[in-house]
């Protein structure tokens, strides 16, 4: 059974930092491209921040310089270091893994960054 689940969100005034966790278990972690993604109130699931399972990162422009995706291939764990955050980075965060067999999400975790 695939599990991800994410932890580390919470309330961050603006330039503030946070950093997510995505424990994954049920798969081949080391194998799957590892992702993670948000969703703000109304608004579409954007991806954040992906890092390959070769070990290459992309980022959304609106993040690049300020977040950083890495992974523990003995931990099964991704993260997403969040520095300077910003109150348009409000979201709730999704993990994601894609791979051979799927796609699978977590159910997220809220980040509000407000003064």
């Known amino acids: 059974q695939v599990q991800l689940v994410e932890s580390g969100g919470g309330l961050v005034q603006p330039g503030g930092s946070l950093r997510l966790s995505c424990a994954a278990s049920?798969?081949?972690?080391?194998?799957?491209?590892m992702g993670w993604y948000r969703q703000a109130p109304g608004k579409q699931r954007d991806l954040v921040a992906s890092?390959?399972?070769?070990?290459?990162?992309a980022y959304a422009g609106s993040v690049e310089g300020r977040f950083t995706i890495s992974r523990d291939n003995v931990q099964n764990t991704v993260y997403l270091q969040m520095n300077n955050l910003k109150p348009d980075d409000t979201a709730v965060y999704y993990c994601?893994?894609?791979?051979?067999?799927?796609?699978?999400w977590g159910r997220g975790t809220q980040v509000t960054v407000s003064s």
């Open positions: 049920g798969f081949i972690f080391s194998l799957y491209t």
């Open positions: 994601n893994a894609l791979g051979s067999r799927g796609s699978y």
């Open positions: 890092l390959s399972y070769g070990g290459t990162a």
